[in-house]
């Protein structure tokens, strides 16, 4: 095929993709604003948080701090600890002491075909006693109101299942090129999650992901998502296709996170799991890969190589200006998706506002982490048959 042919097949792709971003993101300009803390509670309901930690006693202070603070209508949080050897569990059983809401509880060992956390989370279900459950990560620091929040948030939206986006704190400057990128990938596969969306479009973040228990444990609890490295979205998606209201929505208010230490620590942690390969089905993988890498991976190259050839005198064929025009329009496309990023970050700057140079890298951790399941996670090593077996429901 002659360059000219090449150039017209590469502008018909992308104009597809770029059209499949759009039709995704478009509903974004109507999306719910962020939810506020709600420091006065409500009493008429209950919900058991549940925390599973496994040699938090780094990160896990201020989560304790940020749970003792919580008012009405929190009846009780059980942090399930799978035999730390760090000092988390003195850490939880001081905390207990002044608040007799906190519960240290220890999972019994991790059965064949289970990841760590989803067990400890099954196990805290097994002893939650709320009409509501709340799933809370170890690295969160909940703002007080939050659990009253969530639970108004659910009732007002009229959802039985709904997780929330955080507020990225106190990241690196190597962290705030690169995660940003990483985050878009999601953004660009599942566009504009809000209120329920399509089963197979739903998003969730386990970091602060709420559920009626009621529901939780009509459809299996956490077992759907046992061997899933995206256990958050998988499960939600389970409960999505058997009938559930499931939603995501802006948590930026309440509550903050530091999930990784570095750029290396989120390429490596976090990138063994966005692909999201336990949650979607390989044909529909591997449509978001395709427009993901059109529309978000290969603009700046483009543009970078179009720009070149025309400085050295190189004869571009007639599809290079068409090329030039869409790329151009995706990068403006990306720097506005960057703009309503913004309030989910505590800091920026240059390294920040210049993450759309990180997209290439982005898309290549999105391909790396598609091809390559991961077989350690949070210390433990899994075996590679079990990550593959994870359940996909449709």
Same mark, same amino acid.
């Given at each position: 095929?002659?360059?000219?042919?090449?150039?017209?097949?590469?502008?018909?792709?992308?104009?597809?993709?770029?059209?499949?971003?759009?039709?995704?993101?478009?509903?974004?300009?109507?999306?719910?604003?962020?939810?506020?803390? +709600?420091?006065?509670?409500?009493?008429?309901?209950?919900?058991?948080?549940?925390?599973?930690?496994?040699?938090?006693?780094?990160?896990?202070?201020?989560?304790? /701090?940020?749970?003792? *603070?919580?008012?009405?209508?929190?009846?009780?949080?059980?942090?399930?600890?799978?035999?730390?050897?760090?000092?988390?569990?003195?850490?939880?059983?001081?905390?207990?002491?002044?608040?007799?809401?906190?519960?240290?509880?220890?999972?019994?060992?991790?059965?064949? #075909?289970?990841?760590?956390?989803?067990?400890?989370?099954?196990?805290?279900?097994?002893?939650?006693?709320?009409? !509501?459950?709340?799933?809370?990560?170890?690295?969160?620091?909940?703002?007080?109101?939050?659990?009253?929040? @969530?639970?108004?948030?659910?009732?007002?939206?009229?959802?039985?299942?709904?997780?929330?986006?955080?507020?990225?704190?106190?990241?690196?400057?190597?962290?705030? !090129?690169?995660?940003?990128?990483?985050?878009?990938?999601?953004?660009?596969?599942?566009?504009?999650?809000?209120?329920?969306?399509?089963?197979?479009?739903?998003? *969730?973040?386990?970091?602060?992901?709420?559920?009626? +228990?009621?529901?939780?444990?009509?459809?299996?609890?956490?077992?759907?998502?046992?061997?899933?490295?995206?256990?958050?979205?998988?499960?939600?998606? %389970?409960?999505?296709?058997?009938?559930?209201?499931?939603?995501?929505? /802006?948590?930026?208010?309440?509550?903050? @996170?530091?999930?990784?230490?570095?750029?290396?620590?989120? !390429?490596?942690?976090?990138?063994?799991?966005?692909?999201?390969?336990?949650?979607?089905?390989?044909?529909?993988?591997?449509?978001?890969?395709?427009?993901?890498?059109?529309?978000?991976?290969?603009?700046?190259?483009?543009?970078?190589?179009?720009?070149?050839?025309?400085?050295?005198?190189?004869?571009?064929?007639?599809? *290079?200006? #068409?090329?030039?025009?869409?790329?151009?329009?995706?990068?403006?496309?990306?720097?506005?998706?960057?703009?309503?990023?913004?309030?989910?970050?505590?800091?920026?700057?240059?390294?920040?506002?210049?993450?759309?140079?990180?997209?290439?890298?982005?898309?290549?951790?999105?391909?790396?982490?598609?091809?390559?399941?991961?077989?350690?996670? +949070? #210390?433990?090593?899994?075996? @590679?048959?079990?990550?593959?077996?994870?359940? %996909?429901?449709?």
């Amino acid at each position: 095929m002659s360059a000219a042919g090449w150039a017209a097949l590469l502008l018909a792709a992308q104009g597809a993709a770029a059209a499949r971003v759009a039709w995704r993101l478009l509903p974004g300009r109507t999306r719910a604003a962020p939810v506020e803390p +709600r420091p006065l509670g409500r009493r008429d309901t209950t919900v058991s948080v549940i925390v599973a930690t496994l040699n938090e006693a780094a990160r896990i202070g201020p989560c304790l /701090d940020g749970l003792r *603070a919580q008012g009405a209508p929190m009846l009780e949080a059980l942090v399930v600890d799978s035999r730390s050897t760090d000092g988390t569990r003195a850490l939880v059983e001081a905390a207990a002491a002044t608040d007799p809401r906190l519960r240290l509880l220890t999972d019994a060992p991790l059965p064949d #075909g289970w990841v760590g956390k989803v067990w400890a989370l099954e196990t805290g279900l097994r002893h939650a006693r709320g009409e !509501w459950v709340l799933g809370i990560d170890a690295d969160t620091q909940p703002e007080p109101g939050l659990v009253c929040a @969530v639970v108004g948030a659910a009732r007002r939206h009229r959802l039985d299942v709904v997780s929330f986006a955080p507020r990225f704190a106190d990241q690196s400057a190597g962290e705030r !090129w690169l995660q940003p990128a990483m985050l878009a990938t999601l953004l660009y596969r599942v566009g504009a999650v809000g209120t329920e969306p399509a089963p197979e479009r739903v998003m *969730a973040n386990g970091q602060c992901f709420l559920a009626r +228990r009621e529901i939780l444990e009509r459809h299996g609890g956490y077992a759907p998502a046992r061997a899933s490295f995206c256990d958050d979205v998988s499960l939600a998606r %389970h409960l999505a296709r058997r009938g559930a209201r499931v939603g995501f929505l /802006d948590g930026s208010r309440l509550y903050r @996170v530091r999930s990784y230490r570095s750029a290396a620590e989120a !390429w490596r942690e976090w990138g063994r799991s966005f692909d999201l390969t336990d949650a979607a089905t390989p044909a529909r993988q591997a449509l978001d890969l395709a427009t993901v890498t059109l529309a978000q991976g290969l603009p700046l190259p483009v543009l970078l190589l179009l720009g070149v050839a025309a400085g050295l005198g190189v004869a571009l064929p007639p599809a *290079a200006v #068409g090329l030039a025009a869409l790329n151009a329009g995706l990068v403006v496309v990306r720097l506005l998706l960057q703009v309503a990023m913004r309030g989910s970050y505590d800091r920026r700057g240059l390294p920040w506002w210049g993450s759309v140079t990180a997209d290439p890298v982005a898309v290549v951790r999105l391909w790396l982490s598609t091809l390559r399941r991961p077989t350690a996670w +949070r #210390g433990r090593r899994y075996e @590679v048959a079990t990550a593959r077996s994870a359940p %996909h429901v449709s």
